[in-house]
């Protein structure tokens, strides 16, 4: 395979044929990376996942990135991925593999309570890049999880397997959902940098030309910024502030139009261009919907009080 080559990880047993593990099921499997194939699980390689996987990893394994960036990952943390994903790995010189992990494809859960609410467990939707950093006693639940699926796939498959696997895996994904929202909590410090850094983004956007020469802030603009996906980024400033970023952003548009409508001889259109909106019909419409008053109607008032 070359280097630049992507494995594409569309079938279990195609991921257990790459690794020289056994296929004891075809849609899923629970792994240990201690008995794959040593030479190929330490190859650099790039995989584009249309499969679900969870995995803890026991060690530093190496530089895992998305797309140009970094996984957020350390010893004894979890990392997750979801189909479609794209998801380079370079080992590091003396790297022993050790993690435990969980693969399964989307066709186990369709048509399941599991397959319904799959997209509630946000951890997978984060670009690959946010990894859950867990206690000694989460790792042993995950631990313990995993086992229990495992016991399912040795047992002879009847008619309770498929039910039994699916409600596993789903307490599996319901304890790492808790383990993401305790994160918040227990990492404060970071979080507090990410919301600095977004203020001071938000400001600076407006300084300058920025915002007539770019148009509106998006969020995802200011995720990237802070080497986040926007959904991570969102939740972690909606879990600190109570304010979702498009709120953020939104009062800093408002009270930017308010000053501007007030204290300079620009004309409307002059100020809705330099906000970043690209119609002044559209900078009416959205003063309007979030003071109650077109911005003509406020400059007047301002001009009265």
Not at 49 to 58: A, F, G, H, R, T
Not at 98 to 117: C, E, K, N, V, Y
């Amino acid at each position: 395979m070359a280097e630049n080559d992507v494995v594409i990880i569309d079938s279990i047993d195609k991921y257990n044929e790459m690794m020289g593990l056994e296929t004891k099921h075809p849609l899923i499997a629970v792994v240990d990376m201690s008995e794959a194939n040593y030479q190929n699980a330490k190859k650099e390689k790039t995989l584009e996942y249309e499969v679900y996987s969870v995995w803890l990893k026991q060690t530093m394994c190496g530089d895992i990135t998305y797309g140009r960036q970094p996984y957020d990952y350390q010893e004894g943390t979890v990392t997750s991925f979801a189909p479609g994903q794209v998801v380079h790995f370079k080992p590091a010189k003396d790297y022993k593999p050790q993690a435990l992990g969980l693969i399964f494809h989307p066709d186990l859960i369709r048509g399941t309570s599991l397959g319904h609410d799959i997209k509630q467990y946000a951890f997978f939707d984060y670009s690959s890049r946010e990894a859950l950093h867990l206690s000694e006693d989460e790792k042993a639940i995950f631990k313990d999880s995993l086992n229990r699926i495992k016991l399912e796939l040795d047992h002879p498959i009847d008619n309770h397997s498929k039910k039994l696997i699916c409600r596993n895996i789903e307490l599996l994904l319901d304890y790492c959902m808790r383990f993401y929202e305790r994160q918040f909590v227990t990492r404060k410090a970071a979080n507090r940098d990410v919301l600095d850094k977004f203020e001071k983004l938000l400001n600076n956007y407006f300084t300058g030309d920025r915002a007539l020469h770019d148009g509106l802030p998006s969020v995802k603009y200011f995720a990237e910024e802070c080497f986040l996906s926007p959904n991570y980024f969102g939740d972690l400033v909606k879990k600190e502030t109570g304010k979702a970023p498009q709120d953020h952003i939104q009062s800093k548009i408002i009270d930017l139009a308010k000053e501007e409508l007030a204290s300079s001889q620009d004309t409307i259109n002059e100020i809705a261009y330099h906000l970043g909106f690209q119609y002044s019909q559209h900078f009416n419409r959205y003063f309007k919907r979030n003071v109650g008053v077109t911005p003509s109607q406020f400059r007047k008032q301002m001009a009265e009080a």
